[in-house]
Structures are given as C-alpha cells and as structure tokens.
C-alpha cells in the first residue's frame, strides 16, 4: 500500500479560491453554470486549443491548454474506438505513472478494454485547483478539453466517461463530482469528500462509490472520514445513488482499488435507469462496501 503525501490543511474551504470568496458567495450555490449540458453528445466539449494533437499510448506531452503546456498518461486498449474512458487523478507529489502502476491500470485495460487517462498536475500547491472557484478554472478546462479529444480521435463512449484518484485526487475528483456532473457517468473518489459547509449541489445526480480508511484516514488536520461521509450525506440528500467503501488502511490506497471501481463505473453508465444496486451489491465488490 501507499502512502498519501496529501497536506493536512488545504484551505478553509476548498472548493473555495485559498484567500479568497467566501461561502455565502451566491455563485456556489449550485453548479449548474459550469458547462453546457451534454446529453446530446453533439454538444460535447470542444478544445480549447483549436485542433487537437495526436494522442498515443504513453506520455502525451504538448497539450496546450489556456496558453500552458499540459500533460497525461494514456493507457490505450488494443481497440480504443468507442471505449469507455477512466480519469485517473494523483496525489500530492505523485505523477501520473505512479497512478498507472499503483493501480495497475494497465493489466486492467488489457482485460476489459477501457481507455485510462492519468493527468499531470501543473505543480500548483494542492496539485489540482480544487481550492479556485469553476469559472476559468484551468484544470477543468483541461479535463474539457481531453475529453473533446479524446472523443476527437477514439469517438470514447459518451455514456461511459468516469473519474477517480486518491487523496488530492480524491478531492478533485469530489470537485469533478460536483462540477462536471453532466459530463460524468459515475465516479469514485478515494480518501476525498467535502466538508458540509463547503459541499456544492450538482448540476445533476449521479452514482458515487465513496471510499476511505476509517477513522483514522486523516492527514495533518483534515479528517477525509468526515469529509467523506458529509458528501455521501449530501449527495444522497440531493437524490445521488450512493455507495461507501470503510477499509481499514487509515489514508492509504485500498488493495483492489482499480477492479472494484472498475466493477462500480461498468454498472453504472450515464443516467443508468433502473439503478442496478438497488437490491443490494454484488459480491465482486469488497465486503467492506455497504449502502448507506
């Protein structure tokens, strides 16, 4: 198992620009601003930069967005036409590989045949700009702008496009959550959350796995326990279906994290109907998976 580098105080609120705004901001109320709706894939992303590059298994460097060179690891399937697409996000002062070889994600894509995507963070403090406010954010003008091409060149899956990541990654995976909800089928964020007085409505409910070490997954002086369990509170108080993961590991990586999520995110495409997990989970997920 790994450990977590994530720093303990990552703001007063971070889903909140560090220094600046504050919660009765009346921007935050709801996150229905942040992107045009997708459900007719037809009005999906488009890049930012203007014609995408060519995007290879590997590193994929050169990916101009906002002015800024960006970059992401892409394991591709043998058949990456019409995959679906896993967003793969790391912690503080990991890297995109150690994503990829941590959750051996590559195993995972040569059996199922999914596509895995793991970003690089531009090096900010917090590795994702989950503490600035969506309007310009550059990391979900990024994550916009892989999806528009990836859809560009492998014509990905639309009802099939998913996020997870540990620790920092958790956490930008509760901001994706939130503010990228009508693009996300499901997600599943590790050791994330959000703290009550923080958390913000998504655009629209969707499922979420959410997983954590315990009472003990803490680090510094942020308790991902309690920020976990207020988003999985709120999240089903605005009508998200969800399912919460307790292992015992405090703020590590869970053992089988690739293949339980994988198992989560297959079941549940986008605007699934009926909710498959309804009668209970299935016994490919760990026996510390419950309804709440």
Known sequence: MIKSNFMGV????FFLACG?????????????????????WADAPAYSG????????GVNKKFMVDGVERKFRLVLPDDPIGAPVIFAWHWLGG????????????????????????PSSDGSAYEWHS?????????LIFFDD??????????IDPDRIHATGMSAGGIWTTYLTVYRSNILASTAPLSGGVYT?????????????????GPEDTYGSFNFETASLAFSEKLREDGSFVVECVHTGAHTLPAGASEFTW????????GVDPEPYLDGLPSSLPDYCYLP
């Open 95 to 118: 890297s995109a590989q150690q994503v990829v070889n941590y959750m051996d994600y590559e195993d995972l894509v040569a059996e199922h045949g999914m596509i895995v995507v793991a």
């Open 131 to 139: 503490t600035d406010l969506p309007t310009n954010n550059v990391d």
């Open 197 to 213: 007085r923080d958390y913000v409505t998504p655009e629209r409910s969707l499922p979420v796995m959410v997983t954590w070490g």
């Open 10 to 13: 990552i703001c007063a609120s």
């Open 20 to 40: 600046g705004g504050s919660g009765d901001d009346s921007s935050l109320d709801s996150a229905t601003d942040s992107a045009a709706t997708i459900n007719d």
């Open 146 to 155: 892989m999806v528009a091409c990836l859809y560009d060149q492998y014509q």
């Open 263 to 270: 198992q989560f995110f297959k079941d549940h495409p986008y």
């Open 50 to 57: 203007g014609d995408c590059p060519v995007l290879e298994d």
